[in-house]
T-cell receptor
């Protein structure tokens, strides 16, 4: 059973517009959420994160919103640029104790920025 | 700062053969993770080390997979014997310490193909 879900396998957005990527989770023990960006043949690159005590975190063009009651988070990219074309993974961690903090990933959303 | 180093980048073997992957984390990072990413899926945690001790190996198929981090720095992951379903990218990640809100940094992975 998938605990982190990204229901859109792909998303196409025009350059300069806003890109919104969505993620849902089912495990209420998750309290730290991250977005990673991945180019082909490279490892995932950390983009932005948010702790469950916050509902918004901003870093330049990237903003992550967290709605704990809905178990939903989203990544906003404004404005979208051609270099943003990549696969975006949503990930979560729950700290069950003993220092264990392995990430649970969604399947990813392929973002395509059209010129 | 040098990133997470992994080798080899690609490996092709026949089923029932053995294979080993190597990872060197970011200097000073105490926590090291191995993930398996099957095509079309997000990465899945296999094992987490804190220094040279295992923190979480609950998702490691221990009948065929083993991992070690003897001196608390670099690590090897071994598969013996390999099965067709082990075809995947094996990603290594590191973070300064486990159990706190901080991102993991990934290497570029080893792509394993089983014939």
């Amino acid at each position: 059973d998938q605990q982190v879900k990204q229901n859109s396998p792909s998303l196409s957005v025009q350059e300069g517009r806003i890109s919104i990527l969505n993620c849902d989770y089912t495990n209420s023990m998750f309290d730290y959420f991250l977005w990673y960006k991945k180019y082909p043949a490279e490892g995932p690159t950390f983009l932005i994160s948010i702790s469950s005590i916050k509902d918004k975190n901003e870093d330049g063009r990237f903003t992550v919103f967290l709605n704990k009651s809905a178990k939903h988070l989203s990544l906003h990219i404004v404005p979208s640029q051609p270099g943003d074309s990549a696969v975006y993974f949503c990930a979560a961690s729950g700290f069950p104790g003993g220092g264990a903090d392995g990430l649970t990933f969604g399947k990813g959303t392929h973002l395509i920025i059209q010129p | 700062e040098a990133g997470v180093a992994q080798s080899p980048r690609y490996k092709i073997i026949e089923k029932r053969q053995s294979v080993a992957f190597w990872c060197n984390p970011i200097s000073g990072h105490a926590t090291l993770y191995w993930y398996q990413q099957i095509l079309g899926q997000g990465p899945k945690l296999l094992i987490q080390f804190q220094n040279n001790g295992v923190v979480d190996d609950s998702q490691l198929p221990k009948d065929r997979f083993s991992a070690e981090r003897l001196k608390g720095v670099d690590s090897t992951l071994k598969i013996q014997p390999a099965k067709l379903e082990d075809s995947a990218v094996y990603l290594c990640a590191s973070s300064p310490s486990g159990g706190v809100n901080q991102p993991q940094h990934f290497g570029d992975g080893t792509r394993l193909s089983i014939l």
